[in-house]
């Protein structure tokens, strides 16, 4: 095996191609110094390097157009510049400055590539580094600590994100910036994404149809993949986590490498974890799972653009705590034997951009293949089904200037749902479904100072399903066709009347597509019946964001305010019926409803404690239906506070930090008809993480203490609450990472 990996790097290295653009250039501080091992790195052609030993950098087979450059540099501000790179040699220095509180990073995902200050609407972005020493076994839970996203969950194997009280099927969950469609539409169905192979998370919060269509109509959450190793280097890394509270191991090895031309990687990943113990030691039956993951990936960089493939394949087998199961289960164990999810996805991805002159053409297309299984106490599933989708993606960019840019595009889908094997439960009939969506987006700065944002799109969208059962049986599924287009748009503005201050203001409109289960359920669907409605209309939501960013030397802070109102909201509610073994049974309906409230943050470091860092985290969101009854799924208000110390150097121990944090959950007394109110809580955690130098090698190690204290709570969006188990109890999380270089 290590002969193919080493043979499949050398094939990369040897490559010879002679490049004609080039840029180069020094990374120095403020005061001349090179700045020895900066990164350097072109966001839209995933092409890098790192500094030399006196501070230069070279990037060379460059395309003729207009790029994005990012220099960065740990414990210095990063710099984004534009350059308009024609035949010849660009040379870029750039003087980084010391930052005492990180500012600004590169994002993708709202449409452009740019700085998080440039968007009309704050993208929040989270590390690799943050989740994987978040001490916590489950992936989703990491992504709460940005404020206005929570997670409904059943135990650490299966959760699904929150956005400012929007859920399921209306937050879009992004792969890399391809949209997975693996049964999303279930507080029972889990996130399905490999977190070993992803670098950051980006976080749209609100309404981004007109980037994304449908299902965005709440947010957007996109795992963006490492990028590849700087040029002429083969690199990679095996990465370790330990959790006490699950008895749980992560494990991942990954390796990268680039030539001028082309770059590569593979990671193979491995999660296993057994029954969580709640607060006060008791475990939860059945809530085991195990994970495992490989992704690879190539692509050629060059003077005409850049052409990238991706393979992705994700294996889980997540056990379910429901009743029957309850008196099965005698003891604390991690084999999958009743009641369990064993899915496994697939996602083949290409994306690529073109350069011609003063256009740039971005087309990108996927294939994903999610076969759905439900074991129940049978030797053959009780449930199987497989969603087959294709996506594509075509984007031109317009002759621009610095101060503008002008996109159009399309984007689509195909989609098939197919009943396997004929298996006891046929939940959803099998479906075709069809969208397409036109749109249109520019940008223009004024001043230097003020920016104008906004965009139109038009979507088709068709649902066909076909016959499933025996008519006037009590699983009968009527064939379905439905024929939905909408337009969509937003329109915002960012105001920057400093270096230090910038205002934002935006609004919104999106929409959703009622989904197949929506549609057409009838039958069991974990512990209740569900019907779906055939007559369902598209929600349609109207949101004004407006926000306000303010950093200084040793403080920052950022206030969000937020209004939505979303017409014909589906919703999923328990009738006064019952079938005839008494289990409840549900129906969809619409009604019109309003989401409001506000996140903010604050991140203090005193002048004259170099090393402290203190923050303060506050979310609140309220939602009502029009006859005045509250929403489900509603997190309660949460405040987050931390206290961090770091140090550059002590000892042989390389930037080691300790980190006290705690949740405040305060009590949710508004819960909808079909909840019960939820008292509120308190967690506090502590966390070490230092680098050691060995042998010319940074190993990062950490541990962990969460809910230290072992309290016994219920988090309000926890659907093992109606069971009566509590969230997880204490766990003492252990992780390392070892990178290494091969030659």
């Not at 915002?492 to 910038?502: A, D, H, I, R």
């Not at 405040?664 to 955690?685: H, R, W």
């Not at 541990?703 to 188990?725: A, E, G, P, W």
């Amino acid at each position: 095996m290590k002969k193919i990996v080493l043979f499949f790097f050398v094939l990369f290295l040897i490559s010879k191609v002679n490049a004609q653009n080039q840029v180069k250039g020094k990374v120095m501080d403020v005061n001349n110094l090179p700045l020895i091992g900066a990164t350097v790195f072109l966001p839209e052609l995933n092409k890098g390097t790192i500094t030399n030993g006196t501070g230069e950098y070279l990037i060379g087979n460059l395309p003729n157009g207009k790029i994005k450059i990012q220099f960065s540099f740990v414990g210095y501000n990063m710099e984004i510049k534009t350059i308009e790179i024609s035949k010849g040699e660009s040379v870029i220095d750039v003087f980084l400055s010391p930052a005492v509180i990180q500012s600004q990073e590169v994002v993708i995902t709202g449409g452009y590539v740019s700085s998080q200050h440039e968007n009309a609407v704050r993208i929040d972005v989270l590390k690799s580094k943050d989740i994987a020493i978040s001490g916590t076994p489950n992936f989703m839970e990491s992504l709460t600590k940005v404020p206005g996203v929570d997670m409904i969950a059943k135990g650490p194997g299966v959760s699904k994100p929150v956005i400012r009280g929007l859920s399921m099927n209306d937050i879009l969950v992004m792969n890399n910036g391809v949209r997975i469609e693996n049964y999303q539409f279930s507080e029972d169905h889990p996130l399905g994404i490999d977190d070993n192979d992803v670098e950051r998370v980006e976080i749209i919060k609100g309404p981004a149809s007109l980037l994304y269509g449908s299902d965005a109509i709440g947010g957007v959450i996109n795992f963006i993949k490492e990028k590849p190793a700087p040029t002429g280097k083969i690199i990679g890394d095996y990465r370790m986590q330990l959790h006490s509270n699950t008895l749980g191991m992560n494990n991942s090895i990954g390796f990268k490498g680039a030539s001028k031309n082309l770059f590569g990687g593979l990671r193979f990943g491995n999660k296993t974890h057994a029954d969580y113990l709640q607060g006060g030691g008791d475990y939860v039956p059945n809530s085991r799972f195990i994970e495992m993951t490989f992704n690879i990936n190539t692509g050629y960089t060059g003077r005409i653009g850049t052409f990238k493939v991706f393979y992705d394949y994700f294996k889980q087998k997540l056990g379910m705590t429901v009743p029957p199961v309850i008196p099965l289960i005698t003891e604390q164990g991690r084999k999958n034997e009743f009641w369990y999810q064993d899915l496994g996805h697939q996602v083949v991805s290409s994306r690529n951009s073109l350069y011609l002159r003063r256009f740039k053409w971005e087309f990108n297309v996927a294939y994903q293949s999610a076969l759905r299984k439900l074991q129940t106490t049978f030797e053959v599933p009780f449930i199987e089904m497989n969603l087959n989708t294709i996506t594509f993606e075509s984007k031109l960019h317009l002759p621009s200037n610095e101060k503008s840019e002008y996109i159009i595009g399309l984007q689509g889908m195909s989609q098939n749902n197919k009943n396997l094997n004929n298996r006891t439960s046929q939940f959803l009939p099998d479906a075709n479904i069809h969208n397409v969506g036109f749109l249109g987006m520019a940008q223009y700065t004024f001043f230097k100072k003020l920016k104008l944002q906004g965009g139109l799109r038009f979507d088709m969208y068709n649902t066909e399903t076909f016959t499933l059962g025996a008519e006037g049986t009590s699983n009968y599924h009527a064939p379905v066709i439905k024929e939905f287009s909408n337009v969509n748009g937003s329109i915002g503005t960012t105001y920057q009347p400093n270096e230090k201050l910038m205002l934002r203001a935006n609004f919104a409109k999106a929409y959703r597509v009622p989904n197949l289960s929506e549609l057409t359920s009838n039958g069991m669907h974990g512990n209740r019946y569900e019907i779906g409605n055939d007559n369902l209309l598209p929600e349609n939501a109207y949101e004004t964001d407006i926000s306000m960013h303010y950093h200084g030397e040793f403080i920052s802070f950022d206030l969000a305010g937020f209004l939505n109102q979303i017409n014909d909201y589906i919703y999923i509610s328990q009738t006064a019926n019952t079938t005839s073994t008494g289990v409840g049974i549900y129906r969809f309906s619409q009604t019109n409803a309003k989401l409001y409230g506000g996140e903010a943050v604050i991140h203090f470091h005193p002048k004259s404690l170099p090393w402290l860092h203190i923050q303060g985290t506050y979310s609140s969101v309220i939602g009502k239906q029009e006859n005045g009854n509250y929403l489900p799924f509603i997190p309660t208000e949460k405040i987050r506070y931390e206290v961090r110390g770091e140090k550059e150097k002590i000892g042989f121990l390389k930037k080691p930090s300790i980190k006290c944090s705690a949740l405040t959950a305060l009590k949710q007394g508004n819960p909808s008809p079909y909840e019960t109110a939820t008292d509120g809580y308190t967690l506090v955690n502590l966390s070490v993480n230092t680098d050691v130098r060995v042998a010319q090698q940074t190993l990062s190690f950490g541990i962990s203490v969460n809910n230290i204290f072992d309290t016994q709570y219920f988090d309000h969006l926890s659907t093992l609450k109606q069971l009566y188990f509590y969230n997880q109890g204490r766990n003492i999380g252990v992780s390392m990472k070892i990178p290494f270089g091969l030659k």
